[in-house]
Protein backbone atom coordinates (compact mmCIF):
# COMPACT_ATOMS: atom_id res chain seq x y z
CA UNK A 1 0.00 0.00 0.00
CA UNK A 2 1.37 3.35 -1.02
CA UNK A 3 2.07 6.27 2.00
CA UNK A 4 2.66 9.87 1.25
CA UNK A 5 4.25 12.09 3.62
CA UNK A 6 4.69 16.02 3.24
CA UNK A 7 7.22 17.90 4.74
CA UNK A 8 8.74 21.01 4.97
CA UNK A 9 9.04 24.71 6.96
CA UNK A 10 5.30 25.23 9.20
CA UNK A 11 6.03 29.23 8.52
CA UNK A 12 6.87 30.88 5.83
CA UNK A 13 7.70 34.62 5.73
CA UNK A 14 5.50 36.96 3.43
CA UNK A 15 7.60 37.06 -0.27
CA UNK A 16 9.17 34.27 0.60
CA UNK A 17 9.34 31.12 -1.36
CA UNK A 18 7.26 28.05 0.18
CA UNK A 19 8.86 24.85 -0.38
CA UNK A 20 7.37 21.91 0.07
CA UNK A 21 8.70 17.21 -0.49
CA UNK A 22 6.35 14.60 -0.36
CA UNK A 23 8.17 11.17 0.11
CA UNK A 24 6.17 8.47 -1.53
CA UNK A 25 6.79 4.68 0.08
CA UNK A 26 5.37 1.25 -1.07
CA UNK A 27 5.49 2.34 -4.45
CA UNK A 28 7.21 3.38 -7.56
CA UNK A 29 6.80 7.52 -8.01
CA UNK A 30 7.72 6.00 -11.84
CA UNK A 31 4.18 5.23 -12.10
CA UNK A 32 0.85 7.32 -11.86
CA UNK A 33 0.75 11.41 -11.55
CA UNK A 34 1.93 13.18 -8.23
CA UNK A 35 -0.72 15.96 -7.36
CA UNK A 36 -0.21 18.94 -4.77
CA UNK A 37 -3.71 20.13 -2.99
CA UNK A 38 -4.04 22.75 -0.67
CA UNK A 39 -6.86 23.61 1.81
CA UNK A 40 -7.60 27.40 3.60
CA UNK A 41 -8.80 27.05 7.22
CA UNK A 42 -12.17 26.55 7.06
CA UNK A 43 -12.42 26.48 3.46
CA UNK A 44 -12.64 24.41 0.33
CA UNK A 45 -9.95 22.42 -1.73
CA UNK A 46 -7.84 23.97 -4.09
CA UNK A 47 -6.09 22.10 -6.81
CA UNK A 48 -2.45 23.32 -7.04
CA UNK A 49 -0.81 21.15 -9.97
CA UNK A 50 0.73 17.77 -10.66
CA UNK A 51 3.20 16.31 -12.37
CA UNK A 52 4.35 12.74 -14.27
CA UNK A 53 7.87 11.17 -13.31
CA UNK A 54 9.00 12.65 -16.45
CA UNK A 55 8.83 15.90 -15.32
CA UNK A 56 5.92 17.07 -17.04
CA UNK A 57 2.95 18.92 -15.48
CA UNK A 58 0.27 20.82 -15.33
CA UNK A 59 -1.01 23.91 -12.95
CA UNK A 60 -3.64 25.29 -11.94
CA UNK A 61 -3.82 28.71 -14.37
CA UNK A 62 -4.68 31.02 -10.96
CA UNK A 63 -1.49 29.69 -9.75
CA UNK A 64 1.16 28.60 -12.32
CA UNK A 65 2.94 31.74 -12.45
CA UNK A 66 4.15 31.49 -8.82
CA UNK A 67 4.39 27.22 -9.20
CA UNK A 68 7.05 24.93 -10.00
CA UNK A 69 6.76 21.19 -9.19
CA UNK A 70 9.76 18.78 -9.95
CA UNK A 71 9.96 15.14 -9.26
CA UNK A 72 13.43 12.81 -7.87
CA UNK A 73 12.73 9.36 -9.04
CA UNK A 74 15.86 8.37 -7.52
CA UNK A 75 14.65 9.23 -3.88
CA UNK A 76 11.06 8.46 -4.45
CA UNK A 77 9.99 12.27 -4.02
CA UNK A 78 8.49 15.29 -5.70
CA UNK A 79 8.61 18.77 -4.40
CA UNK A 80 6.52 21.91 -4.77
CA UNK A 81 7.79 25.59 -4.61
CA UNK A 82 4.76 28.23 -4.68
CA UNK A 83 6.99 31.73 -4.63
CA UNK A 84 5.93 35.08 -3.34
CA UNK A 85 3.57 33.81 -0.87
CA UNK A 86 1.18 36.04 0.95
CA UNK A 87 -1.17 35.23 3.81
CA UNK A 88 -3.90 33.76 1.19
CA UNK A 89 -1.29 31.11 1.01
CA UNK A 90 -1.66 29.76 4.40
CA UNK A 91 -3.00 26.25 4.32
CA UNK A 92 -3.24 22.97 4.96
CA UNK A 93 -1.31 21.19 2.11
CA UNK A 94 -1.93 17.61 0.56
CA UNK A 95 0.14 15.41 -1.71
CA UNK A 96 -1.56 12.99 -3.19
CA UNK A 97 -1.51 9.78 -5.94
CA UNK A 98 -3.63 10.27 -9.27
CA UNK A 99 -4.68 8.02 -11.89
CA UNK A 100 -7.45 7.11 -14.21
CA UNK A 101 -8.77 6.27 -10.79
CA UNK A 102 -8.80 9.79 -9.51
CA UNK A 103 -6.52 10.47 -6.54
CA UNK A 104 -7.00 7.17 -4.19
CA UNK A 105 -3.97 7.74 -1.73
CA UNK A 106 -3.04 11.06 0.00
CA UNK A 107 -0.74 12.02 2.47
CA UNK A 108 -1.77 13.67 5.52
CA UNK A 109 -1.12 16.88 5.27
CA UNK A 110 1.09 19.89 6.69
CA UNK A 111 -0.22 23.29 7.66
CA UNK A 112 1.82 25.93 6.30
CA UNK A 113 1.44 29.69 8.00
CA UNK A 114 2.62 32.71 6.31
CA UNK A 115 3.21 35.08 8.56
CA UNK A 116 6.11 37.72 9.52
CA UNK B 1 -11.09 26.09 -16.91
CA UNK B 2 -13.74 23.57 -15.91
CA UNK B 3 -16.10 25.35 -13.23
CA UNK B 4 -17.49 22.65 -10.60
CA UNK B 5 -20.64 23.48 -8.80
CA UNK B 6 -22.09 21.92 -5.81
CA UNK B 7 -25.20 21.92 -4.33
CA UNK B 8 -26.81 22.14 -1.53
CA UNK B 9 -23.59 23.86 0.33
CA UNK B 10 -25.18 22.07 3.72
CA UNK B 11 -27.59 19.16 4.04
CA UNK B 12 -29.76 17.72 7.34
CA UNK B 13 -30.35 14.20 7.02
CA UNK B 14 -32.28 12.33 9.86
CA UNK B 15 -30.33 8.74 9.95
CA UNK B 16 -31.64 5.98 8.09
CA UNK B 17 -32.40 8.53 5.02
CA UNK B 18 -30.91 9.43 1.76
CA UNK B 19 -28.89 12.13 1.47
CA UNK B 20 -27.90 13.63 -2.11
CA UNK B 21 -25.74 16.22 -3.10
CA UNK B 22 -25.63 17.62 -6.91
CA UNK B 23 -22.51 18.69 -8.64
CA UNK B 24 -22.48 20.35 -11.84
CA UNK B 25 -19.42 20.75 -14.82
CA UNK B 26 -18.98 23.61 -16.75
CA UNK B 27 -18.19 21.46 -19.81
CA UNK B 28 -18.82 17.84 -20.24
CA UNK B 29 -16.29 15.37 -18.53
CA UNK B 30 -17.64 12.11 -20.49
CA UNK B 31 -14.83 10.67 -22.89
CA UNK B 32 -16.09 9.54 -25.84
CA UNK B 33 -13.65 7.34 -26.74
CA UNK B 34 -13.68 5.09 -23.32
CA UNK B 35 -17.18 6.35 -22.34
CA UNK B 36 -16.21 7.08 -19.35
CA UNK B 37 -16.91 10.08 -17.06
CA UNK B 38 -13.72 11.86 -15.47
CA UNK B 39 -15.80 12.80 -12.05
CA UNK B 40 -14.76 11.53 -8.61
CA UNK B 41 -16.52 11.82 -5.13
CA UNK B 42 -14.20 12.40 -1.65
CA UNK B 43 -15.47 12.48 1.66
CA UNK B 44 -13.39 14.27 4.01
CA UNK B 45 -13.74 14.27 8.05
CA UNK B 46 -12.27 17.39 10.29
CA UNK B 47 -8.30 17.04 10.71
CA UNK B 48 -7.91 13.95 7.81
CA UNK B 49 -7.47 13.86 4.21
CA UNK B 50 -10.10 13.41 1.43
CA UNK B 51 -10.86 9.53 1.05
CA UNK B 52 -11.69 8.49 -2.27
CA UNK B 53 -15.29 7.25 -2.75
CA UNK B 54 -16.00 7.40 -6.49
CA UNK B 55 -14.24 7.46 -9.44
CA UNK B 56 -15.61 7.15 -13.14
CA UNK B 57 -18.85 8.85 -11.88
CA UNK B 58 -20.29 5.54 -10.86
CA UNK B 59 -16.98 3.29 -9.65
CA UNK B 60 -17.26 3.08 -5.68
CA UNK B 61 -13.66 2.26 -4.40
CA UNK B 62 -12.26 -0.76 -2.75
CA UNK B 63 -14.01 -0.86 1.16
CA UNK B 64 -16.53 1.79 0.47
CA UNK B 65 -19.96 0.66 1.92
CA UNK B 66 -22.51 0.19 -0.54
CA UNK B 67 -24.99 2.79 0.58
CA UNK B 68 -22.77 5.38 -1.23
CA UNK B 69 -23.76 5.37 -5.05
CA UNK B 70 -22.73 7.69 -7.58
CA UNK B 71 -24.83 8.44 -10.97
CA UNK B 72 -25.09 10.87 -14.07
CA UNK B 73 -23.13 11.65 -16.94
CA UNK B 74 -21.66 14.52 -19.06
CA UNK B 75 -22.53 17.77 -17.12
CA UNK B 76 -24.47 16.83 -14.34
CA UNK B 77 -23.81 14.13 -11.11
CA UNK B 78 -25.41 13.18 -8.12
CA UNK B 79 -23.54 11.56 -5.06
CA UNK B 80 -26.44 9.18 -2.97
CA UNK B 81 -26.00 8.26 0.25
CA UNK B 82 -29.22 5.54 0.88
CA UNK B 83 -29.28 5.39 4.23
CA UNK B 84 -26.82 7.59 6.25
CA UNK B 85 -25.08 6.69 9.27
CA UNK B 86 -23.89 8.61 12.04
CA UNK B 87 -19.91 8.14 10.61
CA UNK B 88 -21.31 9.67 7.32
CA UNK B 89 -21.18 13.50 8.59
CA UNK B 90 -18.55 14.80 6.33
CA UNK B 91 -17.74 17.12 3.88
CA UNK B 92 -18.30 15.83 0.45
CA UNK B 93 -16.48 17.13 -2.47
CA UNK B 94 -16.51 16.29 -6.42
CA UNK B 95 -13.55 16.55 -8.76
CA UNK B 96 -13.37 16.37 -12.44
CA UNK B 97 -9.94 14.84 -13.39
CA UNK B 98 -10.35 15.51 -17.08
CA UNK B 99 -6.63 16.68 -18.16
CA UNK B 100 -7.11 19.39 -14.90
CA UNK B 101 -8.35 18.59 -11.27
CA UNK B 102 -10.54 21.01 -9.94
CA UNK B 103 -12.72 20.22 -7.10
CA UNK B 104 -16.44 21.27 -6.26
CA UNK B 105 -16.91 23.77 -2.75
CA UNK B 106 -17.96 21.10 -1.11
CA UNK B 107 -21.50 20.09 0.75
CA UNK B 108 -21.42 20.07 4.46
CA UNK B 109 -23.37 16.60 5.15
CA UNK B 110 -25.05 16.82 9.02
CA UNK B 111 -27.87 14.72 11.33
CA UNK B 112 -31.35 16.56 11.60
Known amino acids: QVQLQESGPGLVKPSETLSLTCTVSGGSISTFYWSWIRQPPGKGLEWIGYIFHSGSANYNPSLKSRVTMSVDTSKNQFSLRLSSVTAADTAVYFC??????????WGQGILVTVSS | DIVMTQSPDSLAVSLGERATINCKSSQSLLDSSNSKNFLAWYQQKPGQPPKLLIYWASTRESGVPDRFSGSGSGTDFTLTISSLQAEDVAVYYCQQYYGSLFFGGGTKVEIK
Open chain 1, 96 to 105: ARGSGNASGS
